[in-house]
Protein backbone atom coordinates (compact mmCIF):
# COMPACT_ATOMS: atom_id res chain seq x y z
CA UNK A 1 0.00 0.00 0.00
CA UNK A 2 1.03 3.68 -1.17
CA UNK A 3 2.71 5.43 2.24
CA UNK A 4 -0.09 7.92 4.02
CA UNK A 5 -0.02 11.60 2.80
CA UNK A 6 -0.19 13.83 5.20
CA UNK A 7 -0.02 17.73 5.48
CA UNK A 8 3.25 17.50 6.30
CA UNK A 9 3.28 16.65 2.40
CA UNK A 10 0.59 18.99 1.16
CA UNK A 11 2.75 21.67 2.26
CA UNK A 12 5.79 20.39 0.96
CA UNK A 13 3.70 19.92 -2.63
CA UNK A 14 2.67 23.32 -2.56
CA UNK A 15 5.79 24.82 -1.51
CA UNK A 16 6.99 23.45 -4.82
CA UNK A 17 3.78 25.24 -6.41
CA UNK A 18 4.89 28.64 -5.45
CA UNK A 19 8.39 27.94 -5.98
CA UNK A 20 7.47 26.95 -9.50
CA UNK A 21 5.42 29.76 -9.44
CA UNK A 22 7.77 32.88 -8.63
CA UNK A 23 10.41 31.77 -10.85
CA UNK A 24 7.79 32.37 -13.66
CA UNK A 25 6.51 35.45 -12.06
CA UNK A 26 10.34 36.71 -12.11
CA UNK A 27 10.45 35.94 -15.21
CA UNK A 28 7.45 37.63 -16.44
CA UNK A 29 7.63 41.01 -14.64
CA UNK A 30 10.65 42.45 -16.62
CA UNK A 31 8.10 42.28 -19.25
CA UNK A 32 5.52 44.16 -18.00
CA UNK A 33 7.62 46.44 -17.23
CA UNK A 34 8.65 46.99 -20.17
CA UNK A 35 5.12 46.83 -21.89
CA UNK A 36 3.90 49.57 -19.10
CA UNK A 37 2.96 53.11 -20.78
CA UNK A 38 2.66 54.98 -17.20
CA UNK A 39 5.85 55.38 -15.36
CA UNK A 40 4.17 54.48 -12.23
CA UNK A 41 2.97 51.15 -13.28
CA UNK A 42 6.56 50.80 -14.52
CA UNK A 43 8.21 51.52 -11.31
CA UNK A 44 5.82 49.54 -9.24
CA UNK A 45 6.38 46.37 -11.44
CA UNK A 46 10.13 47.03 -11.30
CA UNK A 47 10.16 47.60 -7.43
CA UNK A 48 7.99 44.25 -7.09
CA UNK A 49 10.68 42.34 -9.10
CA UNK A 50 13.26 43.07 -6.27
CA UNK A 51 10.77 41.50 -3.87
CA UNK A 52 9.88 38.69 -6.01
CA UNK A 53 13.96 37.45 -6.00
CA UNK A 54 13.35 37.79 -2.30
CA UNK A 55 9.96 35.94 -2.17
CA UNK A 56 12.36 32.91 -4.02
CA UNK A 57 15.26 32.75 -1.61
CA UNK A 58 12.55 32.84 1.42
CA UNK A 59 11.30 29.94 -0.04
CA UNK A 60 14.76 28.22 -0.61
CA UNK A 61 15.06 29.07 3.16
CA UNK A 62 11.95 27.29 3.72
CA UNK A 63 12.62 24.12 2.10
CA UNK A 64 16.18 24.17 4.08
CA UNK A 65 13.79 23.79 6.87
CA UNK A 66 12.11 21.15 6.18
CA UNK A 67 15.18 19.10 4.72
CA UNK A 68 13.99 19.21 1.14
CA UNK A 69 16.49 20.47 -2.11
CA UNK A 70 14.37 23.84 -3.56
CA UNK A 71 12.19 22.17 -6.49
CA UNK A 72 9.40 23.74 -8.26
CA UNK A 73 6.51 22.15 -9.85
CA UNK A 74 4.44 22.98 -12.73
CA UNK A 75 2.18 24.80 -11.74
CA UNK A 76 -0.77 25.68 -14.41
CA UNK A 77 -2.80 27.86 -12.87
CA UNK A 78 0.08 30.40 -13.03
CA UNK A 79 1.35 29.78 -16.53
CA UNK A 80 -2.77 30.30 -17.47
CA UNK A 81 -2.83 33.68 -15.37
CA UNK A 82 0.90 34.46 -16.95
CA UNK A 83 -0.35 33.78 -20.55
CA UNK A 84 -3.48 35.68 -20.17
CA UNK A 85 -1.47 38.88 -19.33
CA UNK A 86 0.44 38.25 -22.82
CA UNK A 87 -2.65 38.11 -24.57
CA UNK A 88 -3.29 41.35 -23.30
CA UNK A 89 0.07 42.68 -24.25
CA UNK A 90 -0.22 41.61 -27.81
CA UNK A 91 -3.82 42.57 -28.14
CA UNK A 92 -3.90 46.10 -26.66
CA UNK A 93 -0.45 47.00 -27.59
CA UNK A 94 -0.23 51.05 -28.32
CA UNK A 95 -3.94 51.11 -26.91
CA UNK A 96 -5.43 53.29 -24.57
CA UNK A 97 -6.13 50.46 -22.28
CA UNK A 98 -3.25 48.55 -22.34
CA UNK A 99 -2.02 49.62 -18.85
CA UNK A 100 -5.58 48.57 -17.19
CA UNK A 101 -5.45 45.27 -18.30
CA UNK A 102 -1.60 44.52 -17.57
CA UNK A 103 -2.45 45.70 -14.47
CA UNK A 104 -5.29 43.60 -14.08
CA UNK A 105 -3.43 40.42 -14.70
CA UNK A 106 -1.09 41.56 -12.09
CA UNK A 107 -3.25 41.72 -9.87
CA UNK A 108 -4.26 38.16 -10.33
CA UNK A 109 -0.52 37.06 -10.18
CA UNK A 110 -1.05 38.58 -6.19
CA UNK A 111 -4.38 37.17 -5.51
CA UNK A 112 -3.16 33.64 -6.53
CA UNK A 113 0.04 34.45 -4.72
CA UNK A 114 -1.77 35.53 -1.71
CA UNK A 115 -3.98 32.66 -1.39
CA UNK A 116 -1.14 30.46 -1.82
CA UNK A 117 1.11 32.02 1.27
CA UNK A 118 -2.21 32.18 3.33
CA UNK A 119 -2.64 28.67 3.29
CA UNK A 120 0.78 27.67 3.85
CA UNK A 121 1.46 30.21 6.30
CA UNK A 122 -1.74 28.61 8.26
CA UNK A 123 -0.21 24.75 7.75
CA UNK A 124 3.08 26.09 8.65
CA UNK A 125 2.12 26.85 12.08
CA UNK A 126 -0.22 23.73 12.39
CA UNK A 127 3.19 22.07 11.14
CA UNK A 128 4.97 23.89 13.75
CA UNK A 129 7.67 25.06 11.63
CA UNK A 130 8.27 28.43 13.15
CA UNK A 131 11.00 29.94 10.78
CA UNK A 132 8.60 28.77 7.81
CA UNK A 133 5.31 30.91 9.36
CA UNK A 134 7.90 34.55 9.40
CA UNK A 135 9.17 33.92 6.20
CA UNK A 136 5.63 33.26 4.76
CA UNK A 137 4.22 35.85 6.31
CA UNK A 138 6.96 38.37 5.20
CA UNK A 139 6.39 37.29 1.46
CA UNK A 140 2.15 37.44 2.01
CA UNK A 141 2.80 40.97 3.72
CA UNK A 142 4.25 42.19 0.61
CA UNK A 143 2.19 40.84 -1.73
CA UNK A 144 -0.56 42.32 -0.07
CA UNK A 145 0.81 45.71 -0.06
CA UNK A 146 1.72 45.06 -4.08
CA UNK A 147 -2.08 44.33 -4.17
CA UNK A 148 -3.04 47.54 -2.51
CA UNK A 149 -0.27 49.75 -4.28
CA UNK A 150 -1.98 48.77 -7.82
CA UNK A 151 -5.48 49.08 -6.87
CA UNK A 152 -4.33 52.84 -5.44
CA UNK A 153 -2.64 53.11 -9.25
CA UNK A 154 -5.60 51.74 -10.93
CA UNK A 155 -8.32 54.78 -9.12
CA UNK A 156 -5.73 57.50 -9.40
CA UNK A 157 -4.51 57.62 -12.95
CA UNK A 158 -4.41 54.00 -14.84
CA UNK A 159 -8.44 53.43 -15.71
CA UNK A 160 -8.86 56.89 -16.44
CA UNK A 161 -5.87 56.67 -18.80
CA UNK A 162 -7.98 53.37 -20.40
CA UNK A 163 -11.14 55.62 -20.93
CA UNK A 164 -9.65 58.65 -22.59
CA UNK A 165 -9.05 57.39 -26.00
FE1 LIG B 1 5.87 36.70 -4.79
FE1 LIG C 1 3.83 39.07 -6.06
Not at 76 to 92: C, F, N, R
Amino acid sequence: MAKEKTLRDLFHDTLKDIYFAEKKILGALPKMAKAAQSADLKAAFEKHEGETEEHVSRLEQVFEEIDAKPQGKTCDAILGIIEEGQEVMKEYKGQAALDAGLLAAAQAVEHYEISRYGTLKTWAQELGLEQAVQLLEETLEEEKKTDATLTELAESEVNQHAEAA
